[in-house]
């Protein structure tokens, strides 16, 4: 209605308003300028400020795509965890060794003393908090989860385990040393975890163990699991 209370005629046709489109690559700068200052940095020095002077941008234009630093800096992980493949050569133990290992590479591209206080700073709110779990923690989950039901396809774990457990136990060391950063992650004690896990699951351990070696086509591959 106008303002002396007349129908206004609508007017056919008309485009709404909308805002100035987002620029695609304007958001891939400022999460690559998020992650350099993050690693010279810190999460807890990072300041938005910095970031949206390294990008070439504004702290209004950062805040209209990510409201809070938390928010931000999540995103800019997600760029660099979830590039992260696992195998798939059919050989089960060769696949969860090197499957894990990726990831355990992919968290050390994060600078330490990172994931523990931006965790704490989500920790008190629920979608903040999912939003960490989901950005950081379910990729690996999930690419582990396909390794192993592919597994079960084979044959070579049982049926009726757990699957959930068994993504805990393979996933908590790569998860919560990433996490406090108390103590490295390396190759061999992940090749140790999975060698404990496997060893209650596997249909025939000691066929795996030799299908493994004979993929890698060396006797010495995976000997801390003879």
Partial sequence: MGRLGLVQPRQEGRAPRTGRPRDPQIGRTVLDATLAVLDEAGYTRLTIEEVARRAGATKPAIYRRWPDRRRLVLAALATRLG?????DTGCTLCDLNEGINVFVAAFRRIRP????????????????RETFMTTLFDPPRAAVAEMIERAVARGDLRADLDRELVLDMLGSLVHYRALFGHAPITGDQVESAVEAVLGGIATDYPALLAHSREVAGDPRTHAAHG
């Fill in 83 to 87: 590039t992260a493949r696992t195998p």
């Fill in 113 to 128: 003393g990172v994931l523990e206080p931006l965790f704490a700073d989500c920790a008190a709110e629920p979608e903040a």
